[in-house]
């Protein structure tokens, strides 16, 4: 007899079971790894293993050959999970099956040896196969129940924690996919896929214990910084408001008769007390920088009177060490931009007078140029040149940092805190500008710096509500009843002797309760408040007052001046703000002013 041809050629059969293979395979890792392209590959397979079934058993049937006879019958089933089992059982992910009974069909090696299911045959258990089922699979029973299409799809996803055979913590990702209502057999079954998560479970849960400390590290330096703020803040207050004492008797003092050898003694009281002032003031510009809490103005200024301001300010300085200090301003500048003209004169102040703190000999020149320009936009460069001593590459380097300076040793030379140049490196920052340094060491030095800047109407022509206004304004305080409301003797005394020296009529009281009081029985013109005062302070005074009524301008005369500080003024109804310590004409400019709005609008 003829030999079969089934050991040289492939029964249907068997290409049956190896594309059902293939194509649960394919199903079990594009599900895994999320492949779409290995999905594919498994549906094809799928197919293919279909239509080549109906063509064995049609063609088996029809022509009755002899391998087609040669095969043992075979549950085809049967044969196919064992096939499958084969090679699931060396895949590195968990893989179970379950029936649409819910019912646990099979389990690979690596989900057993994983400790979260003991390697055992269901089938052959009842009772082992309806513990572990019932139990993990009612895990996903509502997403089950609630499955919206009877073929395959995913149902859940979940992660489980247990300890592993060998009693390690492990943690296991589930991902269910739900069985095929419309199918029987192999292909009617439910997935279920365990992948060991372990490594990125705990690399997540040390990153996320980093991030949460972290988060309290954050906090913990938030609230230094805003304990650190509200130390400078009252500290600014206690340092101010001596200082304005003394600053205000100095002025007073200054307008009477004094002899020659006093004025000399008044002289060097008042530069100390500049020079504290400043310090005060770079500490507090410094605080600000840092929380990011100072702000900038975008006013109208003229560039060539500020200029000539800042030359007023230093010329003594200048000429009392035998120094010239001239300024340059080229001719293609726009008289009039809008920028803040405070933090800019600030900056050139600090440069002036660094320059004029080491030059010895020669000149210093404030000189201004334009970089470019279009109708409304300009870049303006601001430098101040000396012929000091100049600085080293090194010296260059850290010359910006806060608390730096170009002689660090216990036996340098000159004075200061070291934070002039820093603060004005983070103001230019925030202008959006430029700042460098060019020098050579003994031959001088040029800081300098640009700014973009809005430029303004070049005819300067003043507006007809300007005009308006200036024709209602105020020039005397003569006859003005002002009330001055401050808890420090000395201060009250200092605004009082100011406003009288200009014909004003004063009334002071400590505590903003009194000055309720005094309000029901007087009419005043304008109230000078201070904000920190016992019983009641100003902005509670202030809103008082505003509730019941009161119009007339109210302005907080006080020595927190952060932005949150004068905010809160304007928001309890005050109209101005003036900061301790002020000069004379700062007060009575003040004072005027808001006299003047008042009286236009009455």
Known sequence: MKPVRLETSPSPTLLYLLLAIITVVSVILALVQQNYLLLIIGFFGLLSAIALRQFSTTFCDQKRKPYCQAQPPIDDDKAILQQIQAVVNKLPVGVLFYNQQRQCVFINKYMASSGLVLEHDFSSTPELNELFCSTFLATFSAQLDNQSSARPEFIASQVFEYKNKFDRQRFVEIKIYSPNAEASGMNALGTVIARDITEAYESTNQLTTLNEELRNQTDIAIAHSQAKSQFLANMSHEIRTPMNGIFGMLELLKMTDLAAQQKQYISTIDQSSQALLKILNDILDLSKLESGKLTFESERFDLTLMVKQIIDTYNKSAEDKKLKLISTLSNDLPRHLIGDEFRITQ????????????????????????????????????????????????????????????????????????????????????????????????????????????????????????????????????????????????????????????????????????????????????????????????????????????????????????????????????????????????????????????????
């Not at 460098?436 to 007809?464: A, H, Y």
């Open 347 to 602: 900056i050139l102040n600090n440069f002036v007078s660094n320059a004029i703190k080491f030059t010895e000999i020669g000149k210093i020149e404030i000189e201004l140029r334009l970089v470019e320009r279009d109708d409304t936009n300009a870049i303006i460069e601001f430098s101040v040149q000396d012929s000091g001593l100049g600085l080293s590459p090194e010296q260059q380097s850290r010359i910006f940092n806060s608390f730096e300076q170009a002689d660090n040793s216990t036996t340098r030379e000159f004075g200061g805190t070291g934070l002039g140049l820093s603060i004005s490196r983070d103001l230019i920052k925030r202008m959006h500008g430029q700042l460098d340094v060019d020098s050579e060491l003994g031959k001088g030095s040029r800081f300098w710096f640009r700014l973009p800047l809005m430029v303004c109407n070049e005819t300067g022509q003043i507006e007809p509500s300007e005009l308006s206004h200036k024709s209602q304004s105020i020039t005397s305080l003569q006859g003005k009843n002002i009330l001055i409301v401050d808890d420090n003797e000395i201060n009250r005394a200092v605004a009082a002797s100011m406003l009288e020296q200009h014909r004003a009529k004063t009334f002071q009281v400590d505590n903003g309760k009194k000055a309720i009081e005094l309000n029901k029985s007087f009419t005043f013109d304008l109230i000078l408040m201070d904000y920190q005062m016992p019983i009641m302070d100003g902005i509670q005074a202030s809103k008082a007052l505003r509730e019941n009524g009161l119009t007339l301008p109210i302005i907080a005369m006080t020595a927190a001046g952060f932005n949150e500080d004068i905010e809160a003024y304007f928001e309890a109804g005050m109209d101005g703000v003036i900061i301790k310590p002020f000069q004379s004409d700062q007060l009575v400019n003040e004072v005027v002013k808001h006299l003047s709005m008042n009286n236009q609008e009455t």
